[in-house]
């Protein structure tokens, strides 16, 4: 039999059910600014009908109702659309870092101008063309040795930049493998203590947010998988090898040595033995994120540092062999240590005049690239191709980003809190609040009746 105060129990659950769905949109408002936060949702269900038919039971039509409860607080999340928008980030990490490291590059060479390299080499060869005119006046050997002096001081300067951009590159490549270690180990944490309350029949979403949110910075690190558990927790694969496990654990990376000079590739490894060269990977484009960025950036900068070295020894050679001394150290092994010769420094006398148009033609000559291109030339197609690898990169950059804020846009509109939707739900569930209590005042005035004036005479 329906207890008298049956009524005023669904009336509690309603006046329950809406304070939380309150609470709830409360939540919402509160964290409606705070990054990588998920909206949630009071899920309303009817409770279980009075009551469950039996065999002595008299039937009739249809079951009373109980009212009602909130049995989850739902994430509103689209796990398709985080995939999509997390291999965009790897993307958009990878040319992004590719293309700021590519800008600083582009930076060292100002070229046109009139302190560039390219004005510098025709300077040296315009200058032995002039002491041709007299090749015993020391004036004009005098300029010939300044513009050969000001010639391998660019040369060495450029090759110094160029090497502390590599070694910085070196250096946020080791930052990037502690920023994975970090983000390994708080999710392998955030595991632990989700799958804790998963088994309590919590449902822990804000320390889900937080774990999708070191989830998509992983992703714009390196190519990411994600597997989702039914206990709560995810298994994270990191460049096709698992990172952070099922059971909470997760693997800590490494550099292989030796990664402290210019031609050492970058092989990361797994604490459990895996490991994945990043340098072949990023140079045939197979990965994406910022560390790869970073090696294939890192790589470009070597090449451009092996043809400075090129056209040093070029131009030593070249010019030596025609001079019949040393006009260039012999010593030198290519950008880094080029520079003219003891004897040139200390006497103009060692310049040899007679030897000037021979040595003003190598101007013209193609002794680069197989016999291809002059100084000048190899120098303008160097000069082209780090402009072309920026702008290259600039493009891919652009559309990578134009994806990734396009997914941004749309994970927002479906997991970002609308304020004024919320304020429209408060609304709703604050007639429902009224209307609960409402039935509890009648509810009462019915008792009253029932227990207090009925039998009075």
Same mark, same amino acid.
């Given at each position: 039999?329906?207890?008298?105060?049956?009524?005023? %129990?669904?009336?509690?659950?309603?006046?329950?059910?809406?304070?939380?769905?309150?609470?709830?949109?409360?939540?919402?408002?509160?964290?409606?600014?705070?990054?990588?936060?998920?909206?949630?949702?009071?899920?309303?269900?009817?409770?279980?009908?009075?009551?469950?038919?039996?065999?002595?039971?008299?039937?009739?039509?249809?079951?009373?109702?109980?009212?009602?409860?909130?049995?989850?607080?739902?994430?509103?999340?689209?796990?398709?659309?985080?995939?999509?928008?997390?291999?965009?980030?790897?993307?958009?990490?990878?040319?992004?870092?590719?293309?700021?490291?590519?800008?600083?590059?582009?930076?060292?060479?100002?070229?046109?101008?009139?302190?560039?390299?390219?004005?510098?080499?025709?300077?040296?060869?315009?200058?032995?063309?002039?002491?041709?005119?007299?090749?015993?006046?020391?004036?004009?050997?005098?300029?010939?040795?300044?513009?050969?002096? %000001?010639?391998? #001081?660019?040369?060495?300067?450029?090759?110094?930049?160029?090497?502390?951009?590599?070694?910085?590159?070196?250096?946020?490549?080791?930052?990037?493998?502690?920023?994975?270690?970090?983000?390994? *180990? %708080?999710?392998?944490?955030?595991?632990?203590?989700?799958?804790?309350?998963?088994?309590?029949?919590?449902?822990?979403?804000?320390?889900?947010?937080?774990?999708?949110?070191?989830?998509?910075? $992983?992703?714009?690190?390196?190519?990411?998988?994600?597997?989702? @558990?039914?206990?709560?927790?995810?298994?994270?694969?990191?460049?096709?090898?698992?990172?952070?496990?099922?059971?909470?654990?997760?693997?800590?990376?490494?550099?292989?040595?030796?990664?402290?000079?210019?031609?050492?590739?970058?092989?990361?490894?797994?604490?459990?033995?895996?490991?994945?060269?990043?340098?072949?990977?990023?140079?045939?484009?197979?990965?994406?994120?910022?560390?790869?960025?970073? *090696?294939?950036?890192?790589?470009? #900068?070597?090449?451009?540092?092996?043809?400075?070295?090129?056209?040093?020894?070029?131009?030593?050679?070249?010019?030596?062999?025609?001079?019949?001394? *040393?006009?260039?150290?012999?010593?030198?092994?290519?950008?880094?240590?080029?520079?003219?010769?003891?004897?040139?420094?200390?006497?103009?006398?060692?310049?040899?005049?007679?030897?000037?148009?021979?040595?003003?033609?190598?101007?013209?000559?193609?002794?680069?690239?197989?016999?291809?291109?002059?100084?000048?030339?190899?120098?303008?197609?160097?000069?082209?191709?780090?402009?072309?690898?920026?702008?290259?990169?600039?493009?891919?950059?652009?559309?990578?980003?134009?994806?990734?804020? @396009?997914?941004?846009?749309?994970?927002?509109? #479906?997991?970002?809190?609308?304020?004024?939707?919320? $304020?429209?739900?408060?609304?709703?569930? @604050?007639?429902?609040?009224?209307?609960?209590?409402?039935?509890?005042?009648?509810?009462?005035?019915?008792?009253?009746?029932?227990?207090?004036?009925?039998?009075?005479?």
């Amino acid at each position: 039999m329906i207890s008298t105060f049956f009524g005023l %129990e669904i009336a509690r659950r309603g006046l329950m059910s809406e304070r939380t769905a309150m609470n709830t949109t409360a939540h919402n408002l509160a964290n409606a600014n705070v990054e990588g936060y998920t909206r949630q949702e009071a899920v309303h269900a009817a409770t279980p009908p009075y009551t469950i038919p039996t065999r002595e039971q008299t039937l009739v039509p249809g079951q009373l109702g109980t009212g009602v409860e909130i049995y989850a607080i739902r994430r509103i999340r689209d796990e398709l659309l985080d995939v999509q928008l997390r291999n965009a980030m790897g993307e958009a990490g990878f040319w992004e870092e590719r293309e700021d490291a590519l800008s600083r590059i582009e930076a060292i060479f100002p070229e046109p101008s009139e302190h560039g390299l390219q004005s510098l080499i025709g300077k040296f060869f315009n200058n032995w063309h002039e002491l041709n005119n007299s090749p015993q006046d020391l004036g004009l050997k005098a300029a010939v040795r300044v513009a050969a002096e %000001e010639l391998t #001081v660019a040369v060495r300067q450029t090759y110094a930049q160029l090497g502390d951009n590599e070694r910085n590159l070196r250096d946020l490549v080791h930052d990037q493998v502690g920023e994975i270690n970090r983000i390994a *180990e %708080e999710i392998g944490n955030l595991n632990q203590r989700i799958k804790t309350l998963v088994g309590m029949g919590a449902q822990p979403n804000d320390l889900m947010d937080r774990r999708d949110i070191l989830l998509d910075k $992983l992703a714009a690190i390196g190519t990411e998988t994600v597997v989702r @558990q039914n206990d709560g927790t995810v298994i994270v694969s990191l460049f096709g090898q698992e990172l952070v496990h099922a059971d909470g654990t997760f693997e800590t990376i490494t550099i292989e040595e030796p990664f402290a000079g210019r031609e050492d590739s970058l092989v990361i490894t797994f604490s459990s033995g895996p490991t994945v060269d990043i340098t072949a990977a990023a140079n045939a484009y197979t990965l994406s994120g910022s560390l790869a960025g970073i *090696e294939s950036a890192r790589q470009k #900068v070597i090449g451009y540092m092996g043809d400075l070295d090129t056209l040093a020894n070029a131009l030593r050679d070249e010019v030596n062999a025609v001079h019949e001394t *040393e006009f260039f150290a012999a010593a030198s092994t290519g950008a880094a240590d080029f520079d003219l010769s003891d004897d040139i420094k200390e006497d103009l006398k060692n310049i040899d005049g007679t030897k000037a148009l021979a040595v003003a033609g190598l101007r013209d000559d193609p002794t680069m690239v197989d016999g291809t291109a002059t100084f000048e030339g190899f120098y303008r197609q160097l000069v082209t191709r780090i402009g072309e690898d920026m702008r290259g990169s600039g493009e891919r950059t652009a559309g990578a980003r134009a994806v990734r804020e @396009q997914l941004e846009n749309l994970r927002k509109s #479906v997991s970002g809190v609308s304020i004024d939707e919320e $304020l429209t739900k408060l609304m709703q569930y @604050q007639y429902g609040f009224q209307a609960c209590s409402r039935v509890i005042t009648i509810m009462d005035d019915m008792l009253d009746t029932l227990i207090n004036r009925m039998g009075r005479i």
